[in-house]
């Protein structure tokens, strides 16, 4: 295995170090109080079958055994739960850590990964590492220690045996290594089986409409049971690894526990050895190879958390987009001129903005039209501070006649002064008013209402039967299209944003709501800055300023009645609609 991984493991549990020693301690302490219990059984036995003495004399030596019993137990007990503090700290620690690099790479990388396999990664992937800090890590250690402790003391007591403990110690993990080598390959395997598949059922999950419509539920069905059969049989694969070695670790323990047992019988035998030392001797020879075993036994658990581990740290490497992120403070208390000075974007080998130039007004509507391709969807992104443009730079008026490179301004900062609806909003599981406050501290009630009546959908929320505390389900289900789009718009309206972005804000709405919500934006003018990216001619007619875009370049710009008057792109795109209706 490359060397970062294992690093990337261990860099994990380094802010729990401390207590994944302590977790060590208590369970090295555990195996040498067994160490006293192996005594004074050995103690009892003795006197009781061979020096005749009577029970109650030896009363002393079985309290003192129930005592280390129940010291023993605490200790384990304590052990297990602390390895598991530790476990779900580091877990805690790592998905806190991915969600803010997937955060940081932003919509463009996302929308190229599949979200079924992001998800295996964050919650399966990290749940793989469990079993390597809780149960490896330790019996790692254990396996050092408890064995040293254990020979020194068999190795005053009978060489022969200690002899044998040894020279039969080093096999197992050795084994343990040799056969683990083919596990690592079949847990890559397993892993990548996984994330294949999950992302395969989430789409289809996704798109079961579009399945049944287009009559193909039939054949997803069947490559899902195809990749869910190839999981199987690598997850088997997998198994049959991990049961080969313990089988080879269980096989390797019990004959040198047998070995241990037939020399201390000759000993026994031809008088070389006293019973007492011979029992003793006897009862630490599992406990000596126990933490070996348990070992080999979660030598899995660390081949599943590299190969999580892999994929985790692919991800953590991959190099981060430059977005909205400087030092400048940024919280302008009106709104605020912006502009564009020839910006490029290219996706690959296609060209998105060719040297594009806008500018925006303090208080101003403006409006984005233009063809699919014409660079809209791509400008909005690169406002939105999610991407760099790859030349050019926007810049941010604040104060007024004082112009800022919007990379320069805190992340933060420029997120709170802005607000974005999508044609297609996302809503969360969750209450009506958790969705309408969402990233907001806390928000009154009145407020909630007011951001509600100017998104014209304070009727329908009035009408639900437990008003903003009705639950949504996931992205808006139980809700229509057109409610889902004037939550959204109520949503903008409450963070009282000084720019507004919309992507079509009337869409999936009747003509009566389209009026309504239109007449809302109108009242917001002057208040705020806002820019429309408009599929629907009708929907700018009220705007103070257009931009035509076409290939990536602002080809006109003006109002409604001086482009429709000219012979131009939007005029015709006009007409289009026209004859369209």
């Given at each position: 295995m490359a060397e970062p991984v294992p690093a990337f493991l261990r860099e994990q549990g380094r802010a729990s170090r401390g207590l994944l020693r302590l977790a060590i301690l208590l369970g090295s302490l555990a195996g040498v109080l067994w160490i006293g219990q192996a005594w004074l059984l050995a103690e009892v036995v003795q006197g009781l079958l061979f020096d005749g003495r009577p029970l109650a004399g030896l009363l002393p030596l079985l309290w003192a055994m129930a005592a280390l019993f129940l010291l023993r137990a605490v200790l384990v007990y304590g052990s297990e739960r602390v390895s598991f503090a530790v476990a779900a700290r580091v877990k805690q620690r790592l998905r806190t850590r991915l969600l803010d690099k997937l955060n940081r790479l932003g919509p463009l990388y996302l929308s190229a990964r599949h979200s079924g396999e992001l998800t295996?990664?964050?919650?399966?992937?990290?749940?793989?590492?469990?079993?390597?800090?809780?149960?490896?890590?330790?019996?790692?250690?254990?396996?050092?220690?408890?064995?040293l402790a254990i020979l020194a003391f068999v190795l005053p007591v009978n060489g022969r045996s200690a002899l044998v403990m040894i020279v039969t110690a080093p096999l197992i993990p050795f084994f343990m290594v040799l056969i683990g080598r083919g596990t690592e390959r079949l847990n890559q395997q397993q892993w990548q089986k996984l994330s294949r598949l999950s992302a395969h059922f989430l789409d289809a999950l996704q798109g079961l409409t579009t399945l049944k419509l287009f009559n193909a539920s039939r054949r997803e069905a069947r490559l899902m049971a195809r990749l869910s059969e190839e999981y199987r049989q690598a997850t088997m694969r997998v198994l049959r690894v991990a049961f080969l070695s313990s089988l080879a670790l269980e096989f390797l323990a019990t004959v040198s526990i047998a070995m241990v047992a037939v020399l201390l019988g000759f000993g026994l035998l031809f008088g070389q050895v006293e019973f007492r030392s011979a029992f003793f001797v006897l009862l630490l020879a599992p406990e000596f190879y126990l933490p070996l075993r348990s070992l080999g036994t979660h030598y899995h658990a660390r081949m599943e958390a590299v190969a999580a581990a892999e994929k985790m740290l692919d991800l953590l490497q991959q190099p981060e987009p430059e977005t909205v992120g400087g030092q400048?403070?940024?919280?302008?208390?009106?709104?605020?001129?912006?502009?564009?000075?020839?910006?490029?974007?290219?996706?690959?080998?296609?060209?998105?903005?060719?040297?594009?130039?806008?500018?925006?007004k303090a208080g101003e509507r403006l409006a984005l039209v233009g063809p699919s391709g014409s660079g809209k969807s791509t400008l909005v992104q690169l406002l939105l501070g999610f991407m760099p443009p790859d030349q050019g730079r926007i810049e941010v008026e604040y104060p007024p006649g004082e112009w800022a490179d919007l990379r320069d301004l805190k992340r933060a900062d420029w997120h709170r002064q802005i607000a974005w609806v999508p044609q297609q909003p996302r809503l969360f599981a969750g209450s009506l008013a958790e969705n309408l406050a969402l990233g907001l501290d806390s928000v009154s009630e009145q407020a909630l209402y007011d951001a509600l009546e100017q998104a014209h959908a304070l009727d329908f929320v009035e009408a639900l039967p437990q008003g903003l505390d009705t639950p949504v389900g996931e992205g808006g289900h139980g809700l229509s299209g057109g409610q889902r789009q004037r939550l959204a718009l109520a949503r903008a309206f409450l963070r009282q944003a000084r720019l507004l972005i919309f992507d079509e804000p009337t869409a999936h709405l009747d003509r009566y709501s389209q009026r309504a919500v239109s007449e809302a934006l109108d009242r917001l003018a002057g208040h705020c800055s806002q820019i429309l990216v408009a599929h629907r001619l009708s929907t700018v007619r009220r705007c103070d300023r257009i931009l035509v875009l076409d290939q990536g370049r602002v080809v006109e710009q003006g109002r409604h009645d001086e482009l429709a008057a000219r012979e131009g792109l939007y005029r015709r795109m006009l007409r289009a609609a026209e004859a369209g209706a």
């Open positions: 295996t990664l964050t919650v399966d992937g990290v749940e793989a590492l469990e079993g390597y800090f809780a149960r490896y890590l330790p019996a790692m250690s254990l396996a050092v220690w408890i064995p400048r403070s940024f919280r302008p208390e009106a709104s605020f001129g912006l502009r564009a000075r020839r910006l490029h974007f290219r996706y690959g080998e296609r060209s998105a903005l060719d040297g594009l130039d806008f500018e925006l």
